[in-house]
């Protein structure tokens, strides 16, 4: 009989914010930048908050660190949106149940973690917390053991992984390699007829700049209805867009079921950035409401609820295609046949340069060379935390 190695033991979890832009939350950006202004939102039926997302407060939260120590001195950390209120939820909350437990223990923490929260979590913040604690164990998992994390996920199924850039101009990013480029969908439902002339004209033009086989998509943020979304799909047919991306809230199942079945042949719907859980995602996959899903792995419940969420999407033979989160999610897209091609966020203010998506917290953040990237194999997620970036822990336990 073998017995089992005893790891060494979680002795510290901390949780700390960041009192700078940029970092985990990659909307916490100075004035001007592309990703924050004239973009169609929820909130564009007000007009005092059409102008800018950060008048609605999309940069409210701030980033979340955590970090994982174990008894022999190690640390993992990650990085998540989520700030103070996610700070206190690990501190006050969670904490309880990863320290002093063996540093491998993830699938019982992370069910504990999950249960101990119903009550007030489930989705949103408490998951983003949650996913910050999954992922600095996963972070110190591959440290204590001496492999990347996507060795542990089984290791990669290819060389190298391509992406696809989300950003104001997808002509750039053809330039710089991407196989494809997102634009974020600029006029909402209430801007009405002009604004959806706007919105097809802009993709027309989008078109016109790039190459046939060059992907184009568009990101709706949550922004449409049914009816909106069909007529600016049909308008955009023959424009060679793959896919429109978040039409509607998330949790209007019904409306992404019926919104898929209306859209033009050979156009995909896709959703799921803001869902989180396996029973979320099941429900996008049973209803028929996605044919690529999209998973943050820093908001969906981490990397342990994010195989679970694959697999599902697997056996529905559908894609996973992760929303952003940089290194967390390409250790991750590499190992699975099902992840084909990864995002990669523009975050330069004019989307005209490669900067790392997660700049300037993270040091040795990979970004993507001619589209194309080979992770390397620095134990766990390879990344190292920014000593100029001031941490704050302001509910330490
Ligand atoms: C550009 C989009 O509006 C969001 O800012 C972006 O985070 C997200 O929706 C995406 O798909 O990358
Ligand atoms: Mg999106």
Same mark, same amino acid.
């Given at each position: 009989m073998t017995l089992r190695t005893h790891p060494p033991r979680i002795r510290h979890l901390r949780a700390y914010t960041v009192d700078a832009p940029g970092g985990g939350d990659y909307h916490d950006q100075p004035t001007g930048h592309w990703i924050d202004d004239q973009i169609a939102t929820p909130m564009a039926v007000y007009p005092e908050y059409r102008a800018s997302r950060q008048s609605f407060g999309l940069n409210v939260l701030g980033s979340l660190v955590v970090e994982a120590e174990a008894d022999d001195g190690t640390v993992g950390f990650a990085v998540t949106t989520g700030g103070e209120p996610a700070a206190w939820i690990v501190e006050r909350h969670l904490a309880r149940f990863v320290e002093s437990v063996p540093a491998t223990d993830l699938e019982r923490l992370w069910d504990q973690m999950f249960r101990a929260t119903l009550f007030y979590g489930r989705k949103g913040l408490v998951l983003n917390a949650i996913s910050g604690v999954d992922l600095a164990l996963w972070d110190l998992m591959g440290k204590l053991r001496g492999q990347p994390v996507y060795e542990l996920l089984g290791g990669p199924v290819r060389d190298e992984q391509v992406f696809y850039a989300t950003s104001a101009r997808p002509d750039l990013a053809e330039g710089m390699g991407f196989i494809g480029g997102k634009m974020p969908l600029?006029?909402? $439902?209430?801007?009405?007829e002009a604004g959806l002339r706007a919105n097809i004209e802009q993709m027309r033009t989008m078109r016109e700049r790039v190459g046939d086989d060059f992907f184009l998509a568009y990101d709706c943020w949550m922004s449409l209805d049914v009816p909106y979304a069909l007529r600016l799909a049909h308008g955009l047919d023959?424009?060679?867009?793959r896919w429109v991306e978040?039409?509607?809230? $998330?949790?209007d199942y019904w409306g992404y079921a019926e919104l898929r079945r209306g859209l033009p042949p050979g156009m995909l719907c896709t959703t799921g950035e803001h869902e989180a859980g396996r029973l979320g995602f099941r429900m996008l996959l049973e209803m028929g409401c996605a044919d690529i899903i999209q998973p943050d792995v820093g908001w969906c419940g981490g990397l342990t609820e994010l195989m679970k969420i694959s697999a599902l999407a697997d056996a529905h033979g559908k894609l996973v295609v992760p929303h952003g989160s940089s290194v967390y999610s390409y250790h991750f897209v590499i190992t699975r046949h099902n992840s084909p091609f990864a995002e990669f966020l523009m975050m330069a203010p004019d989307a005209d340069a490669v900067v790392p998506m997660f700049s300037p917290l993270l040091l040795d953040e990979p970004v993507p060379e001619n589209g194309r990237l080979t992770l390397p194999d620095t134990p766990g997620f390879g990344v190292r935390l920014n000593p100029e970036c001031a941490l704050r822990r302001p509910f330490a336990h």
């Open positions: 600029q006029h909402a $439902p209430v801007e009405g023959g424009l060679g867009v978040e039409a509607l809230p $998330p949790d």
